[in-house]
T-cell receptor, first 113, second 113 residues
Framework: GEDVEQSLFLSVREGDSSVINCTYT??????LYWYKQEPGAGLQLLTY?????DMKQDQRLTVLLNKKDKHLSLRIADTQTGDSAIYFC?????????????FGTGTLLAVQP | ETGVTQSPTHLIKTRGQQVTLRCSSQ?????VSWYQQALGQGPQFIFQ???????GRGNFPPRFSGLQFPNYSSELNVNALELDDSALYLC????????????FGQGTRLTVV
């Protein structure tokens, strides 16, 4: 089945690290993504990881993938108030056919100054 | 700035009416996907267009239809609007049906009254 789950809310203090977690169900997913959505805006692609990788680092962002447990996480180092937004993880279904994305319900990250 | 533009940004329609939403894809991208994002939810895949043909569809009724033009821009048409169609409609462009990166526009906020 197609199901992506995320916790609803995370609150951190400015300067701390944030870790947003996600679980997915389809082991055949080829890519897994993190998107950011600010109020009233579209989705901004933050990063993605290929399913045969365990980790990917991109500046302040670190993605960890545990394929056995179907668990994906996004760590944001030195979290800033501008990081406050909703974060969606998504898995890619189709891999070369129809590349549709299955999204989680989103995690609201609130950064306290 | 993704280069994906959608119009209009907001509109209000009455139940039973028809609506057309438009999307211009990023330069060089030949694939457009449409998503519906209800309030407080993650985006749900509606359908994808590749080289002017529908290439995959989500769990949406036939009153949701689309077009893609030779310049790869796209339209989403919804007939017989229902109150539950109120949502943010997002289009995403990518290169090829299995394109790794999908870039989203800012969305069209549709309110059905």
């Amino acid at each position: 089945g197609e199901d992506v789950e995320q916790s609803l809310f995370l609150s951190v203090r400015e300067g701390d690290s944030s870790v947003i977690n996600c679980t997915y169900t389809d082991s055949s997913s080829t890519y897994l993504y993190w998107y950011k959505q600010e109020p009233g805006a579209g989705l901004q692609l933050l990063t993605y990881i290929f399913s045969n990788m365990d980790m990917k680092q991109d500046q302040r962002l670190t993605v960890l993938l545990n394929k056995k447990d179907k668990h994906l996480s996004l760590r944001i180092a030195d979290t800033q108030t501008g990081d406050s937004a909703i974060y969606f993880c998504a898995e890619s279904m189709g891999g070369g056919a129809t590349n549709k994305l299955i999204f989680g319900t989103g995690t609201l990250l609130a950064v306290q100054p | 700035e993704t280069g994906v533009t959608q119009s209009p940004t907001h509109l209000i329609k009455t139940r039973g009416q028809q609506v057309t939403l438009r999307c211009s894809s990023q330069s060089g991208h030949n694939t457009v996907s449409w998503y519906q994002q209800a309030l407080g939810q993650g985006p749900q895949f509606i359908f994808q267009y590749y080289r002017e043909e529908e290439n995959g569809r989500g769990n949406f009724p036939p009153r949701f239809s689309g077009l893609q033009f030779p310049n790869y821009s796209s339209e989403l048409n919804v007939n017989a609007l229902e109150l539950d169609d109120s949502a943010l409609y997002l289009c995403a462009s990518s290169l090829g049906t299995g394109g790794i990166e999908a870039f989203f526009g800012q969305g069209t906020r549709l309110t059905v009254v």
